[in-house]
T-cell receptor
Framework: RKEVEQDPGPFNVPEGATVAFNCTYS??????FFWYRQDCRKEPKLLMS???SGNEDGRFTAQLNRASQYISLLIRDSKLSDSATYLC???????????FGSGTRLSIRP | NAGVTQTPKFQVLKTGQSMTLQCAQD?????MSWYRQDPGMGLRLIHY???????DQGEVPNGYNVSRSTTEDFPLRLLSAAPSQTSVYFC????????????FGPGTRLTVT
């Protein structure tokens, strides 16, 4: 079983739709969680951290469920510019171990 | 502020050749790391460094060497290139190994024939 698993997609949704994807992690001792965004043939960039209480940044909402060991990302009112691959990232209790999921590809159509 | 820079952007090697991928950052970050990204595999950590003079192995270190003689530079050396090392390589840095945000360079696309 992979340490961090994501549905690879692609998710193909119309502009304005709401889309959500999950990421599961295997190590219950994991401490920190993040979503990164990666555009085609570009480097990953931090989208948002994920806090235990959940957090929101504009149209983006991230949630953490420690009991079930998953994190989620919700995008409301999706824009064409949201088309990208979204990487789930987990930092384990040993701070040097940062694990990336293989990414979920999102495509927004006009 | 250039951030994290990597050279070259593209490279083709023959099996058995060696080369060094360069990485530099101008943000005075202590923590630097190298990842490789393959289709369907996500980013996998090759080596990392928590400061000048200190390096350690990540998940997939075989076939690669690193050194960290200065805070700014963290080169990755391929000792004897193999087709299995065909990948996109990203260098990243952060303020510390506990900082929540890593800054990535633009990547080096390496093909080994």
């Amino acid at each position: 079983r992979k340490e961090v698993e994501q549905d690879p997609g692609p998710f193909n949704v119309p502009e304005g739709a709401t889309v959500a994807f999950n990421c599961t992690y295997s190590n219950s001792a994991s401490q920190s969680f993040f979503w990164y965004r990666q555009d085609c043939r570009k480097e990953p960039k931090l989208l948002m951290s994920v806090y235990s209480s959940g957090n929101e940044d504009g149209r983006f909402t991230a949630q953490l469920n420690r009991a079930s060991q998953y994190i989620s990302l919700l995008i409301r009112d999706s824009k064409l510019s949201d088309s990208a691959t979204y990487l789930c990232v987990v930092r384990e209790s040993s701070a040097s171990k940062i694990i990336f999921g293989s990414g979920t590809r999102l495509s927004i159509r006009p | 502020n250039a951030g994290v820079t990597q050279t070259p952007k593209f490279q083709v090697l023959k099996t058995g050749q060696s080369m060094t991928l360069q990485c530099a950052q101008d943000m005075n970050h202590e923590y630097m790391s190298w990842y490789r990204q393959d289709p369907g595999m996500g980013l996998r950590l090759i080596h990392y460094s928590v400061g000048a003079g200190i390096t350690d192995q990540g998940e997939v270190p075989n076939g690669y060497n690193v050194s960290r003689s200065t805070t700014e530079d963290f080169p990755l050396r391929l000792l004897s290139a193999a087709p299995s090392q065909t990948s996109v390589y990203f260098c990243a840095s952060s303020y510390s190994n506990r900082a929540y945000e890593q800054y990535f360079g633009p990547g080096t696309r390496l093909t080994v024939t």
